[in-house]
């Protein structure tokens, strides 16, 4: 069941980073004054974070879209996702309290609230998180599962020959 997911899964998620991660790259080429302002967490300009994050974002995207290893796409989905986590509460730990603003001035052009955005990007990380790590675990559980039948078939084997011996 879950391997079907897998695959439409790394899709959305590839398509969810290029399209915010292009969001954030015409944002970080725009003039609106939260440009100028410095990262909370960070230290460097949000100028300089957008244009960091988003050329993570659209590098993971292509290869959440083009890749073929699972392994690789799911584990890079996952420390994305974590590190955003990660980001977020470390917002909260330095008592910064505005809305995410995750997708740049985008939410103004499109005439979106900002808080309706910050609680879509929260939706978007929780299904990128879930996702993730539940493909790393399936990754686990089948590479688990091939051990155990491959150390059982060789104990057998080592049985039956152990008996012609005999």
């Known amino acids: 069941m879950l391997q ?11 398509i969810l980073f290029l399209l915010t991660g292009i969001s954030k790259l015409i944002s970080a080429c ?19 974070t957008f244009l960091f994050v988003a050329i993570i974002e659209v590098f993971i995207a292509a290869i959440c879209i083009f890749g073929k290893s ?9 420390w ?9 509460l470390g917002l909260i730990w330095v008592d910064y309290h505005k809305p995410c603003s995750c997708l740049g001035n985008l939410t103004d052009t499109l005439n979106i609230p900002v808080q309706t955005a910050d609680t879509a990007m ?10 993730s ?10 590479e688990r599962q091939a051990s155990l039948a491959a150390q059982s078939s060789g104990k057998a ?4 020959e152990g008996h012609r011996v005999k």
């Open 122 to 131: 929260k939706i978007i990380l929780a299904y990128l998180l879930i996702g």
């Open 70 to 78: 699972v392994r690789l796409r799911a584990g890079l989905v996952a």
């Open 30 to 48: 725009g003039n609106a004054a939260i440009l100028r302002y410095s990262n909370p967490i960070l230290g460097i300009s949000f100028k300089q």
């Open 133 to 142: 790590y539940a493909a790393l675990f399936w990754l686990w559980r089948q």
């Open 157 to 160: 084997a080592g049985s039956v």
């Open 4 to 14: 079907k997911c897998i695959r439409p899964f790394f899709y959305t998620a590839g």
């Open 80 to 88: 994305l996702s974590t590190s955003f986590v990660f980001y977020r």
